[in-house]
C-alpha cells in the first residue's frame, strides 16, 4: 500500500495535494483510466466532419446512380461536326467538334487517337500520301453507340465532308420482354425468277428478324422468315395458311408482319398486288398475291393486333428505279382501302413512289429508319416506348430528308398504339 511521501524536499508539493483533494493514488488500489474503460467522445468539430463526408459520400453516389441511368437511356449516337480542315503541304490539321447526350468514350480519326482535346473539339495532325487520304472519324460514347464522319484530302486541296449514317445495332435501345404471345412473319425477296432484283431486301428481312428476336421479344420458334426463292406464291401462302394459324393464338398474339420486295398495282389502280418469286408480271391476278387477300388471310387466324411493314411501292419500278414492265406506265396510284382496327400499316412511300435504298448502308431506305426507330431515335419523349406515332413521325421525317422529298412513308390505324412497349 502506498503512503505519502516523507521527504522533506517533497513535502510543499504533498501539502499542496493534499490542500487540492487529491489523492494521488495512496491508499488505492490501481483503477483503469476512464479514457481506457469507455470510448472516446468525439469533439463537436469532428462530428461535423463525419456528417459532411457522409452528405458527400450520398450525393457521389446518388450523381453515379444518374450518370448509369442516363448512359442506359441515352439512345442516340455522338454527333460529329468537322470545324476545320486545313493543308500544309504533306500534311492535314483536321478538327472536329464531338458531342454527346452523356459522355465520349472514345474518338479516333483513321484509328488515330487526337493529338490534343480542348472541351468538344478534337485535333488531329496527320500525313496525307501521293494518292489522297480518305479521312473517317469516328465517335464511340459510353453506351457503346458509334457515329461516323468522313471527307476526302488531297495534297493541295480539300472535298467537302461526307456525313455517314451510323449502323444499325438491334442490340441497343428500348425492347419489350419476350413473349409466347408475339409471333412474326417475314419476307424478303431480292432475287427473282424472272424480274430485276430488289436491292438489299433479303437483307433487310433476314437484319428484321434480328429485331424481332432483340427489340420486340419475340421467340426465335415463333418468327417465320422466308427469302428470294423461298418465297413463292405457294411458300407464301402456306406460311400464310399452315404455319400462322399454328404460331398465332386467337385473340391473345400480337403479329408482326415485315415485307421487303417489288410490289405493283393493277392496271386501274384498284389492286395491290405482293409479287412473289417467280411471278408473271404480266399476269399479277393469277401469279402474285393481291394485299387484299395477305390481310384476310392473316385476319383468319385472328390476331389480337398486326403491324404491318411494307418496304415496297406498287409504282412499277425497282428500289434502284428500273421498270418491272416496260410496256406500262409508271406512277399508278392504288386506291386505298381501310384496315381492321387491331392492324397498324407502315408503308414504304405512296402507292405510286419509288421505294427506295441507302446503297453506303445497304438497307432500303425505309427499312433502315425503321431499324433506326426502334433502336430509340423514335423515342421522341425517352419513355422507353415507341408508339406508331412517334415511330412514323421519326421515318416520315428520316426517310423524306434521305430522298430529297421523293419517298414518303404513310402509315395505316392508331398513333396512339404502341410498336413497343418497353419493359
Known sequence: ??????????????????????????????????????????????SEEVRILKERLARLEAQSQQIEQA????????????????????????????EDDVSIEQVTLNGLKPSKITGITYYWETFIPPEGLSVLIEAVDQRGLVSQKSTRVERGKVTEAVARLAAINPLIGPKQAHSRDRAALIIGLEQYAAAPPADYAARDALIFADYAREKLGIPAENIKVLTDGEATRSGLLRALKVWLPQAVRPDQTDLYVFYAGHG???????????????????????????RERFYEEIGA???????????????????????????????IKVKESSVPENYLVFTAGESNQTAGV???????????????????????????????????????????????GAQTPTMLGDKSKWVLRGE
Open 71 to 98: 448512359v442506359l437511356a441515352d439512345n442516340r449516337p455522338p454527333t460529329i461536326r468537322i470545324t476545320s480542315l486545313e493543308v500544309n503541304g504533306l500534311q492535314a490539321r483536321v478538327l472536329a467538334q464531338i
Open 264 to 290: 405493283m398495282a393493277s392496271d386501274d389502280g384498284e389492286s395491290a398486288y405482293i409479287v412473289p418469286y417467280g411471278a408473271d408480271t404480266f399476269l399479277l391476278e393469277d401469279t402474285a398475291i393481291s
Open 301 to 331: 387466324a385472328r390476331p389480337r393486333t398486326a403491324t404491318f411493314f411494307f418496304d415496297n411501292c406498287y409504282a412499277g419500278t425497282t428500289r434502284s428505279e428500273e421498270r418491272l414492265l416496260a410496256s406500262r406506265p409508271l406512277g
Open 1 to 46: 500500500m502506498k503512503t505519502w511521501e516523507t521527504r522533506s524536499n517533497y513535502l510543499t508539493s504533498v501539502e499542496e495535494a493534499k490542500r487540492r483533494g487529491l489523492d494521488c493514488g495512496v491508499g488505492t488500489s490501481p483503477q483503469v483510466t476512464k479514457a481506457e474503460s469507455t470510448p472516446a467522445i468525439r469533439s463537436p468539430e469532428t
Open 358 to 404: 441507302l446503297p453506303e448502308v445497304k438497307h432500303g431506305r425505309f427499312s433502315y429508319f425503321i431499324f433506326k426507330g426502334l433502336e430509340g431515335e423514335a423515342d421522341m419523349n425517352s419513355d422507353g416506348r415507341i408508339s406508331a406515332g412517334e415511330l412514323h413521325q421519326y421515318v416520315r421525317e428520316s426517310v423524306g430528308r434521305f430522298s430529297a
